[in-house]
């Protein structure tokens, strides 16, 4: 099965602009990813996005495939769509399945890449996954950069919400705290046909794209990772993970190959 990655990078992000190259231990943050993402023994490929030229020589300088795309993208899915037809006629090989990595997830581990697409591997009908981590703190549940979700019984989800949910207004001690881990596969023709579908009303009003699927009653499987992560949105989320990632496992594995650090 021909299971490729593709991480959508932008220099221009409305909430932190330019943060694809921001340096986290001397090495960009897109290279974080890419490199990261690239140890899962499950893909076929790893590609980088984007429609930016400096995003594009730091590839060609660090040794990692890139795809430009068109500068016109709102949504990473358009943009990700766009390089992978790009891809696919490029090397005359049709994907199984996309894994889309959003670029300002610079923690990622290679295992949450295989975790994400096994759903897909043993159950057909699965087309798209999600993962989903715990929150530990108040301050992380309540911050609107950070996509809640909540999920039904068989571990699909139910709604995702940049506000809390569940709420706890009633006075409960304890309630499930969950994430979205942007790590997501879809299967490649499952992908093409979300991007046909016409964008819809609490899609927008939560600017977040799974809310399309389920509003067309369609299904989002959520799995689960212990693997703890954090998002880069801001200046001060760059400095958490920077010292978050202070004696990481993976980094030794490709912090050589990166010549610009």
Partial sequence: MNIIAIIPARMG???YPGKPLALIHGVPMVGHVAF???MS???SATYVATCDDII???CKTAGLACIMTGDHHVRCSTRTAEALLKIEAATGTRADIVVMVQGDEPMVRPEMIDAAVAPMLKDPSINVVNLMADMDTLEEFE???EVKVVVDRHGDALYFSREPIPSRKKGADKVPMRKQVCIIPFR???LIRFNEMEESPLEIYESVDMMRI???GEKVRMVPTTARTWSVDTPEDLARVTRLMEGDDLMPRYVKSDETR
């Fill in 36 to 38: 990261r993402t690239a």
């Fill in 56 to 58: 594009e020589n730091y």
């Fill in 143 to 145: 911050d609107p950069n």
């Fill in 41 to 43: 023994s499950t893909l």
């Fill in 13 to 15: 992000s409305s909430r």
């Fill in 188 to 190: 490649r023709d499952y």
């Fill in 214 to 216: 389920l509003e067309y």
